[in-house]
C-alpha cells in the first residue's frame, strides 16, 4: 500500500510538472509528443511486457481512436473529452472483436496476425471515402489536445496502470507470461487474463491516436502504418519487457531524440555560452546532415541495447552493480571465518 501511494504521489508531481513547466511554444509541442507516445506505449507493454504477446498492429487502434474523435469533434460538433473516451471505446470493440479467434494464436503467429488486421484496418479508413475522406486525410480537426489536456490524461492513466500492475490481474498476466501450464494449474484463466490485457491496450492506444488528433489538427492513414506499430514495440523492448517504468523512459528518450535529429536548430539556445558561435554552427549543420539518417540511427540504436543490455533500459541497474562489482574491493575473510 505504501508502494503504491508512493508511485502516486510521484505520478501526481510529474503530470504537475509537465503542466506548469514555463516552456516555449515549440517545447510545449514536444511535451505534448511525450505524454501521447507514453500513453500508447503503456498500452502496447501492458499486452508485450506482461503477457509475452507481441504486437505489430497496435497503431490500427491509434487509427480508430483518432478518426473517431476527429469525426465526433469536427462533423458532430460533440465535446473533445466524450470524443477522446468514444475513440478509446471504440478501439476495445473492435480489439474484443479481433482477439476472440486470434488469441488463441502463440508466439510469431499472433504477430503476424496483428500486422495483417492492423494493415486491414488501414487500407479501410483509407478507402471509405464518404467518412474519413480516404487517403488525403481528414482535416479541419478541433485543436484541443494542449499540454494541459495531455498531462492530465498521461498522469490518470500512468496511476491507473501501474496500480493495475500490482493488482491480482497484474500478477496473472505475468503468471501467463513465464508458464502458462502453471498459472493455468493455479486456477488463472489465461486466456481471459490475455483479452483483458488486449482490450486495456487497444483502449490506452485509441486513447493515444484521439488526443494525437487534437494535437495535430489534421490525420491521414499513413500515420498509422506498419512503420508507426514497430515503433511501439521497438520503444517497449528498447525499455524493458515488464518494466513499465523502463518503457516509459524508453519513449521519453526515443521521443526526445528523434526530436532532436528532426530539428536540430531547437538545440541552439541550450548549447553553452562559452562555446563559440563557429563551433554551435558547425554542431547545428552536423545535426541537421544526421537527421537525414535519424531512422538508421533508431534502428542501430534498438539493435545495440537489445544486444548490449538483453533486459532493456531495466538491465542498466545490473549492469551498474556489476561493473561497480568490478571495481569494489574485495573483503578479506578473517580468520573466524577461516577457521569456521
Not at 488463472?188 to 482490450?199: Q, V
Amino acid at each position: 500500500m505504501r508502494k503504491s501511494l508512493l508511485s502516486n504521489a510521484a505520478f501526481v508531481l510529474l503530470g504537475l510538472f509537465l503542466a506548469f513547466l514555463p516552456l516555449s511554444g515549440y517545447q510545449e509541442g514536444i511535451v505534448v509528443l511525450l505524454c501521447i507516445n507514453c500513453v500508447a506505449a503503456m498500452g502496447v507493454s501492458i499486452l508485450t511486457g506482461f503477457t509475452g504477446i507481441f504486437t505489430l498492429g497496435h497503431a490500427a487502434y491509434m487509427a480508430l481512436g483518432a478518426y473517431t474523435a476527429a469525426i465526433m469533434t469536427a462533423r458532430w460538433g460533440i465535446h473533445w473529452f466524450p470524443s477522446i473516451a468514444t475513440g478509446g471505446s471504440i478501439a476495445v470493440v473492435v480489439a474484443w472483436l479481433i482477439g476472440m479467434p486470434t488469441l488463441r494464436l502463440t508466439g510469431d503467429y499472433y504477430a503476424i496476425a496483428s500486422i495483417g488486421l492492423g494493415e486491414a484496418i488501414r487500407l479501410i479508413l483509407e478507402n471509405w471515402q464518404s467518412l474519413t475522406k480516404g487517403a488525403r486525410g481528414f482535416p479541419g480537426i478541433a485543436s484541443y489536445t494542449g499540454r494541459g489536456v495531455a498531462a492530465a490524461l498521461f498522469t490518470a492513466l500512468g496511476i491507473a496502470m501501474f496500480n493495475l500492475i500490482g493488482s491480482r490481474l497484474g500478477r496473472e498476466l505475468k503468471a501467463s507470461r513465464d508458464d502458462p501450464v502453471a498459472a493455468s494449474l493455479m486456477g488463472f484463466n489465461t486466456t481471459a487474463s490475455r483479452m483483458k490485457a488486449l482490450l486495456i491496450s487497444a483502449f490506452y492506444c485509441g486513447i493515444s491516436g484521439a488526443l494525437l488528433a487534437g494535437y495535430m489538427t489534421f490525420i491521414q492513414p499513413s500515420m498509422f502504418d506498419m512503420m508507426k506499430s514497430t515503433e511501439l514495440t521497438a520503444v517497449v523492448v528498447f525499455g524493458g519487457l515488464g518494466s513499465m517504468s523502463g518503457t516509459l523512459l524508453g519513449a521519453a528518450i526515443i521521443t526526445l531524440a528523434m526530436e532532436l535529429f528532426r530539428n536540430a536548430s531547437g538545440i541552439v539556445p541550450y548549447i553553452p555560452s562559452f562555446i563559440s558561435p563557429k563551433w554551435t554552427e558547425a554542431l547545428v549543420d552536423f545535426l541537421t546532415n544526421l537527421s537525414q539518417y535519424r531512422m538508421l540511427l533508431y534502428g542501430l540504436l534498438l539493435v545495440g541495447v537489445m544486444v548490449l543490455l538483453p533486459e532493456g533500459l531495466q538491465g542498466l541497474w545490473s549492469l551498474a552493480a556489476k561493473v561497480f562489482s568490478w571495481f569494489a574491493p574485495s573483503r578479506p575473510s578473517s580468520k573466524k571465518e577461516g577457521a569456521r
